[in-house]
């Protein structure tokens, strides 16, 4: 499979533990976006990096959020003292960097579920 | 920043017929426009997109036009079948470097 793929695909936690999920982007994609998304909404963009370099993160949610993408590969998404209403859909999406018709179009993984009890 | 509309919410239409949905933007910078179909349980999947010079894009039988002076696309779906049947959400972003803000879906419903 060449798309883009999350592990785990389901989280179940309880409040206050921290949890990590991991994103593998499409392999010649040098950009990574995670998203959140909650039921019967679209998704929230929380943060995002071209290449090692993350670009954008005053979208985090809070404090407890963080992001990682140390070689420009694959990415990881941290919370830290998890509440219950960090229950969601964690997406991850890549794009490349390209011009024209392919440039930006962002693909998307199939995510990870978040239940925090 | 960035806020993106939806309408309508659920949209129910008798197999073959025409669907649309619209969208509205806030931020005029915005240049690239996507729309994702989410079926229950899957991932967002890009069905096609629009960037801000040009007004119209077309592909098989789904279709989407922009209008940068009112801040507003549409998606237009001809001939619908039941594999139709899915949530769609808009999207806008400045492109480049830049995260998506999505619209809040429409569930499309396809009447046999």
């Known amino acids: 499979d060449t798309g883009v793929s999350q592990d785990p695909r389901h989280k179940i936690t309880k409040r206050g533990q921290n949890v990590t999920f991991r994103c593998d982007p499409i392999s010649e994609h040098n950009r990574l976006y995670w998203y959140r998304q909650t039921l019967g909404q679209g998704p929230e963009f929380l943060t995002y990096f071209q290449n090692e370099a993350q670009l954008e993160k005053s979208r985090l949610l809070s404090d407890r959020f963080s992001a990682e993408r140390p070689k420009g590969s694959f990415s990881t998404l941290e919370i830290q003292r998890t509440e219950q209403g960090d229950s969601a859909m964690y997406l991850c999406?890549?794009?490349?960097?390209?011009?024209?018709?392919?440039?930006?179009?962002?693909?998307f993984g199939p995510g990870t579920r978040l239940t925090v009890l | 920043g960035e806020n993106v509309e939806q309408h309508p919410s659920t949209l129910s239409v008798q197999e073959g017929d025409s669907a649309v949905i619209k969208c509205t933007y806030s931020?005029?910078?915005?240049?690239?426009f996507p729309w994702y179909k989410q079926e229950l349980g899957k991932r967002p999947q890009l069905i096609i997109d629009i960037r801000s010079n040009v007004g119209e894009k077309k592909d098989q039988r789904i279709a989407v036009t922009l209008n940068k002076t009112a801040k507003h696309f549409s998606l237009h779906i001809t001939e619908t079948q039941p594999e139709d049947s899915a949530v769609y959400f808009c999207?806008?972003?400045?492109?480049?470097?830049?995260?998506?803000?999505f619209g809040k879906g429409t569930h499309l419903i396809i009447q046999p």
């Open positions: 999207a806008a972003s400045l492109g480049g470097a830049d995260g998506l803000t």
């Open positions: 931020d005029s910078a915005s240049n690239y």
């Open positions: 999406a890549s794009s490349s960097q390209g011009r024209g018709e392919r440039g930006n179009e962002q693909f």
